[in-house]
Nanobody, 119 residues
Framework: QLQASGGGLAQPGGSLRLSCAAS????????MSWARQAPGKGLERVSG????????SYADSVKGRFTISRDNAKNTLYLQMNSLKPEDTAVYYC??????????????WGQGTQVTVSS
């Protein structure tokens, strides 16, 4: 199970931190990612992190503003979002991948958390 939290309303230029609590599988073995879906648009993979947290990836649209991290001792995935823009408005999903690398395929999606960036 993947339980995301931390979404809400932020002003442009503001920050939010998403968390995803994992249970029911050995979290430290698997890579994880965050994906989002904006209104009327398709799914976009935002960021990925390998199982040991030493390798990460970011979509060009968020590079330099978002930071993905994980705490394997707490079975928790994070996404720190800074310098938020209105175009970051979307439902954000925590995703388990089917291997230890962020290039692996998604195989389980948590429920989403809404992020709205507006003044």
């Amino acid at each position: 199970q993947l339980q995301a939290s931390g979404g809400g309303l932020a002003q442009p230029g503001g920050s939010l931190r998403l968390s995803c609590a994992a249970s029911g599988f050995t979290f430290s073995i698997y890579a994880m990612s965050w994906a989002r879906q904006a209104p009327g648009k398709g799914l976009e993979r935002v960021s990925g992190i390998n199982n040991g947290a030493w390798s990460t990836s970011y979509a060009d649209s968020v590079k330099g503003r978002f930071t993905i991290s994980r705490d394997n001792a707490k079975n928790t995935l994070y996404l720190q979002m800074n310098s938020l823009k209105p175009e970051d408005t979307a439902v954000y999903y925590c995703v388990k991948l089917d291997g230890g690398n962020w290039i692996d395929m998604p195989d389980y999606w948590g429920q989403g958390t809404q992020v709205t960036v507006s003044s």
